[in-house]
């Protein structure tokens, strides 16, 4: 009886200690982001709990396809990504940004943002856009070190008043512009060297084949008339000014 309690109790040790090596080597899902763009393109990167990261390109059409994956470790820190290394096309960064259910990319390459569908880390995510669908927030990239301007990051708040300011521009101009909600808004918010809150913004009519696309990248249009529009806001003076509509081509 004795020899079978030791019998069954070495089983046990073992089973346990098997179990804790398992739990130890496995790799959990800890973020899953992807950016599903037109032309039967996607992007998806997933972060796992031993630092390693997979990011995938996948390109499709009729008549070709092409999938690239890169690898290699990712560290978290307050919010932001440090890659080890990332060679991925799209961007020269070695560091991405958390924020608002983004993951966002800043290089002197290109801002590219890919959205988040599942996050397990404790990070914040700071805007609501359940009521602002078409709405979109990109960080300022500064062009030199001297810049006057400084990156802002608002708030639910300040999102909703940004909207209000938007949308009296839009009816005291009625006779120019289509309705707002017929333009995606993309953003960039920045302090003035008065310390002002200024926010960016150029609006374009929806694309009813990339209903997504504007929320990963900005948008470059020099003409398209009433469908390219820009205005600046001030939301510390919480009024509007250089309303700008495109030319024709």
């Known amino acids: 009886m004795k020899k079978q309690l030791i019998l069954t109790f070495v089983i046990l040790s073992l089973f346990t200690q098997c179990k804790k090596e398992t739990l130890k080597d496995s790799k959990i899902e800890q973020v899953l982001a992807e950016n599903n763009y037109d032309l039967g393109g996607s992007l998806i990167f997933e972060l796992y709990s031993d630092s390693t ?6 390109v499709k059409s009729p008549n070709y396809e092409k999938i690239e994956k890169f690898k290699g470790f990712c560290e978290v820190k307050n919010d932001t990504l440090y890659f080890k290394p990332f ?3 799209y961007t ?37 856009f359940t009521n602002f669908e078409d709405y979109a927030i990109f960080t300022y990239k500064p062009e030199s070190e ?5 990156s802002y990051d608002i708030n639910q708040k300040e999102l909703e008043e940004i ?12 006779s120019k512009l289509k309705n707002k909600n017929e333009y995606v808004k993309q953003c960039v918010i920045v302090t003035n ?16 084949y990339d209903k997504s696309g504007f929320k990963y990248s900005l948008i470059e ?15 510390t003076k919480k009024q509007y000014s250089e309303l700008n509509i495109a030319g024709l081509a």
């Open 92 to 128: 020269n960064s070695e560091k991405a940004v958390i924020k608002n259910n983004f993951i966002e990319f800043i290089s002197d390459k290109s801002s590219f943002r890919i959205e988040i569908k599942k996050n397990s880390l404790n990070t914040k995510s700071k805007i609501d």
């Open 146 to 150: 001297k810049s006057e301007y400084k």
């Open 163 to 174: 909207d209000k300011i938007l949308s009296k521009c839009f009816t005291e101009n009625k």
């Open 87 to 89: 060679e991925f096309e």
């Open 221 to 235: 249009m020099n003409d398209g008339g009433e469908c390219n529009i820009s205005v600046k806001i001030n939301l």
């Open 193 to 208: 060297i008065n310390n002002e809150k200024e926010v960016w913004v150029s609006c374009y009519c929806k694309n009813e």
């Open 53 to 58: 990261y997979n990011f995938t390109s996948i």
